[in-house]
């Protein structure tokens, strides 16, 4: 009867250090579950702080390109305008 209780014994042993282990496993996979949780969170907010950023740079872009158009355009009747006056002159100083 001895040799029955001493298996028993070592079996509910064994037993309780595999329950230990896991319960720690446990612990240990939620650790890093929140730790991992916390970081895709931040990676989250950080995505959409760059989604901000990009769409203000697009905005920018598009608002310098109308700037740049209306530039040009203001040139090129700046230079329209010169060449009437030279041409102008041109006539004054020819009669």
Known sequence: MDLL???????????EERIVKAVELVAQLRGEN??????????????ETMKKSAAEASQQYQALTEELDALRAERKQVRVRIEKLLGQMDLLSAS
């Open 34 to 47: 929140a730790a991992l949780e916390q970081k895709l969170s931040a990676s989250l907010a950080e995505r």
């Open 5 to 15: 209780d001493n298996a028993e014994v070592d079996s509910l042993s064994t037993l």
